[in-house]
């Protein structure tokens, strides 16, 4: 991973650049949560990647020193009502959105993981695959990732049965077996396929 993407925009006059990625999109339950993260063009990150091809301990170590050695960071989260009620590409520019609103200082331009931000009066440019492109969407990926996660432990306090630290709210047939047996919890997306509805649950 390296800074080529931040180098391009600092050439062109930008200096607070934020990446920004999000997770959560695919779950059967949960928010989606995005994060944005300016770093520190002296940073040394050399373990920074998409979170996706880290461990869980070693994201959690990303996430410190991430967020110790970054200028500015922040997050933004659309629920699962959110996610119902918009779609979940809509749902995912909020939290984006939100993320970006959320840091202590507005940034010059932003990188994002292939979603462009219409309502945002931003410079920004949209990399396919950017978590894996681009040092500070990876960065953002992690700090995510991380977020979400310890969300989804909180949750399972409550929905033990649903084993949410476990899976996370993703499909995986355990989750898919509980959700047969026991329904929809209120953090379920009853928009996605897999998910019954309360209604038609309660009727079996």
């Given at each position: 991973?390296?800074?080529?993407?931040?180098?391009?925009?600092?050439?062109?006059?930008?200096?607070?650049?934020?990446?920004?990625?999000?997770?959560?999109?695919?779950?059967?339950?949960?928010?989606?949560?995005?994060?944005?993260?300016?770093?520190?063009?002296?940073?040394?990150?050399?373990?920074?990647?998409?979170?996706?091809?880290?461990?869980?301990?070693?994201?959690?170590?990303?996430?410190?020193?991430?967020?110790?050695?970054?200028?500015?960071?922040?997050?933004?989260?659309?629920?699962?009502?959110?996610?119902?009620?918009?779609?979940?590409?809509?749902?995912?520019?909020?939290?984006?959105?939100?993320?970006?609103?959320?840091?202590?200082?507005?940034?010059?331009?932003?990188?994002?993981?292939?979603?462009?931000?219409?309502?945002?009066?931003?410079?920004?440019?949209?990399?396919?695959?950017?978590?894996?492109?681009?040092?500070?969407?990876?960065?953002?990926?992690?700090?995510?990732?991380?977020?979400?996660?310890?969300?989804?432990?909180?949750?399972?306090r409550f929905y033990p049965e649903y084993r949410f630290a476990r899976n996370k709210g993703y499909g995986t047939e355990e989750h898919r077996r509980t959700l047969l047996f026991l329904g929809p919890t209120p953090l379920h997306r009853l928009t996605f396929g897999g998910v019954p509805s309360p209604r038609s649950w309660?009727?079996?």
């Amino acid at each position: 991973m390296n800074w080529i993407h931040e180098d391009s925009l600092r050439r062109k006059g930008y200096r607070r650049i934020a990446g920004l990625d999000e997770v959560g999109r695919g779950s059967l339950a949960g928010p989606v949560v995005a994060a944005a993260v300016i770093l520190d063009r002296s940073s040394r990150l050399p373990g920074v990647r998409d979170s996706k091809l880290l461990t869980e301990s070693g994201r959690n170590r990303q996430f410190g020193e991430i967020a110790l050695g970054c200028v500015a960071y922040g997050f933004g989260v659309a629920d699962a009502e959110t996610v119902d009620r918009i779609n979940v590409l809509e749902a995912t520019r909020q939290a984006m959105t939100g993320a970006v609103c959320s840091l202590p200082d507005p940034p010059d331009v932003l990188l994002i993981d292939a979603v462009g931000l219409p309502g945002l009066d931003l410079p920004q440019r949209s990399l396919v695959h950017g978590d894996r492109r681009c040092l500070s969407i990876a960065a953002a990926s992690v700090l995510a990732k991380v977020f979400r996660d310890e969300m989804m432990k909180d949750f399972d306090r409550f929905y033990p049965e649903y084993r949410f630290a476990r899976n996370k709210g993703y499909g995986t047939e355990e989750h898919r077996r509980t959700l047969l047996f026991l329904g929809p919890t209120p953090l379920h997306r009853l928009t996605f396929g897999g998910v019954p509805s309360p209604r038609s649950w309660e009727g079996t």
